[in-house]
């Protein structure tokens, strides 16, 4: 089954006041690479999220885009440090002695001392957080991934549209082959009587030639490997396991073979054959980048 490396999926979780959105997208690329846009108190969780990314994907370049809302106020705590308080009352008592002022200092003046009054926000629970997020991260995934199928089967329609104009054009080929190799091998000839007109040669041996140079003429062999890989192609296009690599190493082998068929077949059709089969090619490489 084919899939895509493009995909998007989104995902909501809410425990308490917390509510948390998960956004994951991909897009195609050689390994499995992740980015991440996390709240500062959950960049611990990178390696977790990574995990559950490669878990599921071969390749990709994962973006995660992770949002933190709080609903309503969080708990605010109010703390009084007395022992502080009493050592600067003490210290400032001694203070308004020493200096002969008329009275002690008063409690407005010791709450605005430093670290005297805190106030403290409700502090998250990492543990709860990481279960919310993996919850989230989780149903987003499974939306990412829905899509990349869905993505993978218009990949492989349109890919078997361009394999099937191939084969098309491999038929026009085979059928054009005899007639363009016969005419090469009487152009050849001509070629040879005239310039060895005043030479005396052997006809077996001339004919001899002949063979060997019209052999470098025949795309029989290129054509069978070409026919080979299309099979091979359509083949791998049914596996379950990722085969976008090996489909671009096999898109590379079938433009090598069109590449020869091209500079060998020295006919008008197969010319023309050849470049709308490199046409088709180009498309359908230009697809399979794009596969997981």
């Not at 008063?106 to 919310?132: G, N, S």
Request: negative net charge.
């Amino acid at each position: 089954m084919l899939k895509s490396m493009t995909g998007f999926g989104k995902a909501f979780a809410v425990a308490g006041n917390r509510k948390l959105s998960v956004e994951v997208r991909s897009v195609n690329h050689r390994f499995c690479e992740t980015v991440f846009r996390l709240p500062r108190q959950y960049n611990g969780f990178e390696d977790k999220i990574r995990t559950l990314i490669n878990r599921r994907f071969a390749r990709g370049r994962f973006e995660v885009h992770v949002n933190l809302d709080w609903e309503g106020s969080r708990e605010t705590r109010v703390t009084v440090d007395t022992q502080l308080a009493l050592t600067y009352y003490e210290s400032l008592k001694e203070l308004t002695l020493l200096l002969g002022l008329p009275s002690p200092p008063r409690l407005e003046h010791i709450i605005q001392l430093p670290q005297i009054v805190k106030l403290e926000e409700e502090t998250e629970d990492l543990q709860l957080a990481e279960e919310v997020l993996e919850a989230a991260l989780t149903e987003a995934l499974d939306a990412l991934l829905a899509m990349r199928v869905t993505e993978g089967r218009h990949l492989n329609a349109d890919i078997n549209e361009h394999l099937l104009r191939i084969e098309d054009l491999i038929s026009v080929i085979e059928e054009r082959a005899p007639q363009a190799l016969e005419t090469g091998s009487q152009r050849l000839r001509l070629r040879l009587n005239e310039y060895l007109a005043s030479e005396c040669f052997e006809d077996a041996r001339l004919a001899q030639e002949i063979a060997i140079l019209a052999d470098k003429l025949c795309i029989s062999e290129e054509l069978t490997r070409l026919k080979s890989h299309v099979g091979k192609f359509r083949d791998i296009l049914q596996s379950p396991l990722e085969v976008g690599r090996k489909l671009e190493f096999l898109v590379q082998e079938m433009h090598r073979e069109i590449n020869t068929i091209g500079s060998k077949g020295n006919d008008a059709i197969i010319a023309h054959s050849v470049v709308d089969a490199k046409a088709e090619l180009e498309k359908i490489r230009e697809q399979v980048q794009n596969v997981e």
